[in-house]
RNA sequence: CGGGGCGUGGCGCAACGGUGGCGCACGUGCUUUGGGAGCACGAGGCUGUGGGUUCGAAUCCCACCGCCCCGACCA
């Protein structure tokens, strides 16, 4: 591809709303132009890069079985009320009415024309396991995206599915999705950890994510360094060492002004957070009001408290009014004396002796508070977020908490959505059967930037081979002033293109100065920087710069051109 | 949806009550050609939209729209 040609444009400055090194890079070096928030244009070396990504991935869900296909964008708003998720799913998710005025929705997913499928398709056990998948476009109405790439409204996702007989066959295709996943990742060159996650509105028993590393990232994840334990904060469980026995001693009021929080409390008391009991007030989807009390070193895990009560419709803070209703006083609240409210503890807080907890009156609170001599709770679990600094709950070790972006992820579905829809299958025992789903998605655009993330330096993109929009990047100069130099170049540039769409390299046949040619070809990023020049030629061919490394060396024209047609695997 | 910030040629910025400028990019010509070259000439803007204050608004006020960041949310 002639760079004169190329529909791009490189920019000498960061867009000023850039934060993130990959939507600086991206936009800079001419991949990628923002239409609005959340909604990306890729130019053509952006589409590009996208391909490689996309076809890495068709390569490794094929090898596990996977067979393509394609399901519409559009879906009947019927098809999700037969799952449920027309209600439960909120404004993320865009309805509106065809011509007719059927209610349709833009898809955010498609377990629901899987599953419709499978009803349709599916008659026997002879016919499973099957894994389809296809790469779509998802439009999701994010309330709020962000990082350039990461976090986008519309974007296109390889989605797959398994479909088996059983839970062993799930278990079988859910750990080859695993198995592929891993090799994906590691041939875009991402240090991609899975971690166990939360399943979220996917519904299911076991789901991994499989994250990179960033300090962008908008996962909060808790790994051990000793022995590789590897969770996302949502649902990992808090081990933290086991309170002393002390006896109960008789609760007594203390005068406490201004501590509406639990470290003014501690600060005012003397005594350690730990010793104090935070509540936290929440309203459900469903309407239910929940006092939760974790100890006051601990902040409360919203997701652990949404499985704890299965609050269907998640969970939002609630307003001051409502918690005084029920009794209680923000900043001084504690279940004491609560009305008409769901009380979840977390199991440290109910363990622990003599905490010191509110009073529910303005500056006032409790000292010596115990569970459950001075209230009842309705649910005792682990709804507290593991720290930096507790005990690994693998291997006693100590944790650390590091930010991630979630790069692909794998759920076991179960049989929701096949029970739901009636995809049924005739087994070999004569009885229908619903059949056992699971369901796999990675984001092509998201691994694009976090490729970048991961292969860059202040200079510009540095592609690995496996992804990069072109094989190599060639530099012609002194062109206008030997023609031996543009001799070479457009023979180096039509056998690499000859060779195949793999190896076509991008040529800058442009009239630009020497700094502008090498400047752009560092920021593009391609893995090789190939500069034919009198001088190159003069040294014996062709200049080749290793992106990555910085190494150089001139090797024969002839060597090159083995190495560009795939005679031989690397110039060097 | 709450909090904060910002909307001025393609990009980055200035002008902060008195007829909108700079750098880069862009076009033409000449010179230049191994690290974002030089000179000359030139093109490009209802200052996001609507209202208000004022003799006069890019500038002050109000509303709306858009974008970014933090939070809420996140299959």
Request: contains cysteine; charged residues 25%; negative net charge.
């Amino acid at each position: 591809m002639r760079l004169s040609q190329l529909f791009f444009t490189t920019l000498r400055d960061d867009p000023s709303d850039a934060e993130m090194p990959s939507h600086r890079l991206l936009t800079r070096a001419g991949y990628v132009r923002q239409l609005g928030a959340g909604l990306y244009s890729l130019l053509p070396l952006g589409f590009r890069v996208t391909q490689r990504v996309e076809q890495v991935i068709r390569e490794e869900i094929n090898a596990i079985g996977g067979q393509e296909m394609e399901m519409p964008v559009n879906h009947p708003a019927d098809l999700w009320r037969e799952s449920g998720r027309y209600d439960a799913i909120g404004n993320e998710m865009v309805r509106f009415k065809d011509r007719a005025g059927r209610d349709m929705v833009i898809a955010m997913t498609h377990e629901e024309v899987v599953a419709d499928l499978l009803r349709d398709i599916v008659k026997s056990y002879r016919q499973l396991p099957l894994i389809v998948y296809h790469f779509q476009t998802k439009f999701r109405d994010e309330p709020r995206s962000r990082g350039g790439l990461i976090r986008v409204r519309e974007f296109v996702m390889k989605d797959s599915y398994s479909c088996d007989r059983d839970e062993a066959g799930l278990d079988a295709a859910y750990w080859a999705h695993h198995g592929a996943y891993t090799r994906i990742f590691e041939r875009l060159g991402l240090d991609a950890i899975p971690v166990s996650s939360d399943v979220g509105m996917m519904g299911g028993s076991l789901a991994h994510e499989f994250m990179v590393l960033n300090p962008y990232g908008e996962d909060r994840l808790v790994l051990c360094e000793a022995c590789g334990y590897a969770a996302n904060q949502q649902v990992a469980p808090t081990t933290a060492p086991e309170p002393p026995a002390d006896d109960e001693l008789p609760v007594e009021e203390v005068a406490t002004p201004d501590t509406t929080t639990i470290d003014a409390l501690a600060r005012f008391l003397g005594i350690d957070a730990s010793r104090t009991a935070k509540a936290a007030f929440f309203v459900t989807g469903d309407g239910r009001f929940v006092v939760a009390i974790v100890r006051g070193d601990y902040d409360v895990n919203e997701t652990k408290l949404v499985n704890a009560i299965k609050a269907t419709g998640g969970l939002r803070p609630a307003q001051v009014e409502e918690i005084t209703a029920r009794g209680m006083q923000p900043g001084y609240g504690s279940p004491i004396g609560a009305r008409d409210a769901v009380v979840v503890v977390d199991s440290l807080a109910a363990r622990s002796r003599n905490l010191v907890a509110g009073a529910n009156k303005p500056g006032v609170h409790l000292r010596n508070v115990n569970v459950p001599r001075d209230y009842t709770p309705d649910v005792i679990t682990d709804i507290a977020s593991v720290r930096e600094g507790d005990p690994c709950p693998q291997c006693g070790g100590t944790v650390i908490l590091r930010n991630g972006i979630e790069v692909g992820n794998i759920f076991k579905l179960g049989t929701k959505y096949t029970e739901a829809l009636g995809a049924e299958y005739l087994g070999e025992d004569g009885e229908r059967h619903p059949i056992v789903m699971g369901s796999y998605g990675i984001g092509l655009g998201r691994n694009v930037a976090c490729v970048v993330e991961a292969h860059h330096d202040d200079k510009g993109i540095a592609w690995p081979a496996e992804v990069a929009p072109y094989a190599a990047h060639l530099v012609a100069l002194g062109g206008n002033r030997d023609p031996h130099v543009v001799e070479v170049a457009d023979r180096l540039h039509d056998a690499a293109k000859a060779a195949g769409d793999r190896h076509e390299i991008l040529y800058d046949d442009r009239d630009e100065s020497p700094g502008v040619k090498f400047t752009d070809a560092e920021l593009l990023g391609m893995p090789w920087i190939l500069t034919v020049s009198p001088r190159s030629l003069a040294a014996g061919g062709v200049e080749v710069t290793n992106r990555a490394t910085g190494e150089k060396q001139v090797r024969a024209v002839d060597d090159v051109e083995a190495f560009l047609t795939g005679r031989v695997p690397t110039p060097a």
